[in-house]
């Protein structure tokens, strides 16, 4: 009963808030590429407390308001990273591959641009290269998400009253912006832009505007490399546009819940889902230190058809998943060099070096790489019994969730373009 009035009490807040009331000063905007419901609900189980009888809400719990659709605007029904992400940023569905254009190729105006024009400043955070789908639907148009050097160019060329789009970008992509034919750190360095390009010196990074690119691609996963790189990443953008001062728009993706699902591999998920959620945290605790700001976060689509249990079975083991420390590219990577596989397969995974498994991964082995990966991937999902229906994206909803001045405008079923049309709406009102 009492969740029921609590909830019952933020639908009345939705309908009878005060017209009046102030637009938030700043917005934070966080998309988990490919993070469906599954995924929130599994990284439940994941930092669950075993010592308790409870399991514990996580801080997608604490935010919950809703859930939106995903569709693109063409028949698939399943979207993509791009049309998802020209949805979130332009209040308009396109075609699969559309970078902030129209079904007719023509360009959108988005949110980032609109803030841009309001003299707010800008930033961009993404564990993925910078000019990947999602972001680059905040900063670039293009035809296709495929034209990456195209795209790093709009980073730069796309001016907004004369200004650069972006303030403050920081995530990968090196390969794209220094090239052959374009040096485009040299240039943003030349419009006074401070520049980082490594990670370990990120608070090197002392004002705005700054460019950090930290991987020639995206950045290393969480799982075998810096395991809160994003976390890290929106604490310093956080702080800088703190002492900024100016009202501002940042865009945080955590790029890779996405990679992890299409490659099935349910640890990746979960150490990436792990980064975004105190990623989360950071951005919920600057909320309560600046109640003019209001975070939503929502998911462009979900990846890989994820189920908690498989096989017929009522189970799922997070331990097993907890007990796997790399991913499985890594792990077959470390069974490929060695010829003592037993002692690298107990060391990556806790799991018992059964001669079953034994059987399948010098098979595997024997075949190659790509196979060895497949194979460490099905012993790690059948030992927790973790589902996977598909290596690319599926149509059901996603999560939404909402903190601080204005959240209560996010509660419910909704488009995916009505979550960017209420936040333009804030953007236009200051």
């Known amino acids: 009963m009492k969740r029921t009035l609590t909830f019952a009490s933020m639908i009345c807040a939705s309908f009878f808030a005060n017209a009046e009331q102030a637009a938030p000063k700043n917005i934070i905007y966080m998309i988990g590429d490919g993070m469906g419901p599954a995924y929130t609900s599994a990284y439940r189980y994941y930092v669950d407390d075993k010592n308790t009888k409870v399991v514990e809400p996580t801080v997608f719990d604490s935010i919950l308001v809703g859930m939106a659709h995903t569709y693109p605007d063409d028949d698939t029904i399943v979207t993509d990273s791009a049309a998802g992400a020209t949805a979130l940023s332009t209040a308009t ?110 608070g090197q990074l002392q004002q705005i505007p700054a460019l950090g690119l930290y991987a020639a691609k995206g950045l290393p996963f969480a799982l075998d490399g810096e395991s809160k790189r994003l976390t890290k990443m929106t604490d310093k953008a956080l702080s800088l546009l703190a002492a900024n001062e100016n009202p501002f728009f940042v865009m945080i993706e955590g790029s890779q819940i996405d990679w992890c699902g299409h490659a099935n591999d349910i640890a990746c998920a979960m150490a990436e889902m792990d980064d975004f959620a105190h990623a989360i945290d950071k951005a919920k605790a600057y909320v309560d ?142």
């Not at 799991?351 to 497949?374: C, H, I, P, S, Y």
């Open 289 to 430: 230190a600046h109640p003019d700001t209001l975070l939503v976060i929502t998911a462009d689509h979900s990846t890989g058809g994820l189920t908690i249990g498989a096989n017929g079975q009522y189970l799922w083991h997070a331990d097993v998943v907890k007990g796997v420390t790399a991913t499985a590219g890594v792990i077959a990577e470390r069974l490929l060099a060695s010829d003592d596989m037993a002692t690298v397969w107990q060391q990556t995974t806790a799991l018992e070096f059964t001669e079953a498994r034994k059987v399948l991964l010098t098979q595997a082995k024997n075949v190659g790489e790509d196979a060895l990966v497949m194979t460490v991937k099905k012993l790690i999902n059948e030992a927790s019994f973790t589902g996977w229906t598909t290596s690319g994206h599926t149509a059901i909803d996603v999560p939404v969730f909402a903190y601080g001045n204005g959240a209560e405008q996010f509660i419910g079923s909704q488009n995916n373009t009505d979550i960017a049309q209420k936040l333009i709406n804030f953007i236009n009102n200051k």
């Open 93 to 202: 569905k396109s075609y699969n591959g559309a970078i902030a254009v129209d079904t007719h190729k023509h360009d959108l105006k988005t949110m980032l641009e609109i803030a841009k024009e309001r003299k707010m400043t800008t930033a961009l955070v993404a564990t993925s290269q910078i000019n990947h789908a999602t972001p680059a639907s905040f900063a670039a148009h293009n035809e296709s998400r495929r034209n990456y050097d195209d795209i790093a160019n709009d980073f730069f060329d796309n001016k907004i009253n004369g200004a650069l789009p972006v303030d403050l970008m920081l995530g990968g992509g090196t390969q794209y912006f220094i090239r052959e034919d374009r040096n485009l750190v040299n240039e943003f360095i030349a419009q006074g832009y401070q520049y980082s390009d490594n990670l370990s010196q990120l």
